[in-house]
């Protein structure tokens, strides 16, 4: 006599890489909803990256945010102007974008006012730059990344053509920057100097007819030491197999 079979039902569970992964979501007052990896608040602009990339949307247009989780203060708000630092190059392009600034590789002359997509082409580059006017002055703000990582690590504003026997712009800057950040240091080499909590700087200096104003990262430049350090090898390394019997 044949036992009958009991035939156990199998459940299958299929989870979407979506679901483990949390999600913030942007609620568009035209009715568009967008899922993004994170949403942050950046000046008047709600600020969400997505696929490597960061784009901003102003806030008038969005009239909700979803957050997968409570966001958290940032305890340092370290950075200058809408440049946080350790963004990638791609996610620098982004952000200009979003902003309409004429950001370009350093070394090629633009005379853009606004974004131009042209800058894409230089992915692979690590130090860019656009002109803005800063405290009523013309002034340039330069970007400068990791060389293999692309990370942000500095950014240094300089306005140029400035009699520094006129100090108004000098005396504006310390103000803002101690108010912010407490009191500077007089350096050795002449500059003033603020120690951040986090272990990052800033430093403001002048010479003859420029004032320079710099952001440091300061683990984010060791780290961009480090990668030239390892391109250099690389490069000996190469060479050496190829130069071997020269020697």
């Known amino acids: 006599m044949l ?53 901003g949307i102003p806030k008038d247009k969005v009239s909700k945010v979803q957050y997968s989780q409570k966001p958290e203060k940032n305890a340092s708000s370290f950075q ?26 350093h070394g090629i002359i633009t005379v853009n006012k606004g974004f131009h997509p042209q800058v894409r082409k230089y992915m692979e580059a690590d130090h860019f730059y656009y002109n803005t006017n800063l405290l009523g002055h013309f002034a340039k703000v330069d970007l400068f990344f990791t060389s293999t990582s692309k990370q942000l690590h500095t950014v240094q ?3 140029p053509n400035q009699q520094i026997k006129n100090s108004q712009l000098i005396s504006e800057i310390v103000s803002m920057i101690s108010n912010k950040y407490g ?3 007089n350096t050795s080499y002449g500059a003033k100097k603020w120690q951040i909590k986090d272990g990052n700087e800033i430093t403001q200096k002048a010479t003859i007819n420029t004032v320079y104003l710099n952001y440091l990262h300061i683990s ?13 090898r690389q490069r000996i390394q190469n060479g050496s197999r190829k130069d071997n019997e020269k020697f």
């Not at 035939?7 to 007052?29: E, H, N, R, Y």
């Not at 630092?85 to 791609?90: C, L, R, S």
């Not at 984010?220 to 250099?232: D, G, H, T």
């Open 80 to 105: 200058f102007d809408v440049w946080p630092f350790g963004t990638t190059v791609n996610e620098a392009i982004n952000i200009a974008q979003s902003h309409d600034l004429p950001l370009h590789k």
């Open 3 to 55: 036992k009958s079979l009991k035939v156990v039902p199998l459940v299958i569970f299929i989870i979407t890489q979506a679901g483990l992964c949390l999600s913030d979501t942007l609620f568009l007052k035209d009715g568009k909803v967008i899922e993004a990896d994170r949403v942050w608040e950046q000046d008047n602009f709600f600020m969400y990256s997505k696929f490597g990339g960061s784009v």
């Open 183 to 185: 009191e500077y240091q």
């Open 157 to 159: 504003i300089r306005w």
């Open 220 to 232: 984010l430049i060791q780290k961009a030491k480090l990668e030239i350090q390892q391109m250099e």
